[in-house]
């Protein structure tokens, strides 16, 4: 299947909006795609999903409860440029 899995990924409130959350997660990608993934998967919950959208992943399947809160399952696919840049 080839699909990188991203775990728990937070920034602590005072520091949201500032960019932390999307350095993180790019850095996340870039160590995923050294392993030649083709595609990328995470358990989002659902206050995050706009974030991981404007990211590039997309909604996979119906959301659901994970520690009574409710969380989206999201993917991203690989594309060749991505692992050129």
Do not use: C
């Not at 993180?24 to 206050?47: F, G, I």
């Amino acid at each position: 299947d080839n699909v990188g899995i991203i775990g728990r990924l937070a920034v602590l409130p005072e520091y949201r909006a500032k960019g932390h959350g999307k350095r993180l997660l790019q850095k996340m990608e870039e160590l995923l795609l050294s392993y030649n993934v083709k595609k990328m998967r995470l358990s989002a919950q659902s206050q995050a999903v706009p974030f991981y959208e404007s990211q590039g992943y997309v909604k996979v399947g119906e959301p659901v409860y994970d520690e009574h809160v409710i969380h989206q399952m999201m993917e991203k696919e690989v594309k060749e440029k991505d692992r050129h840049e």
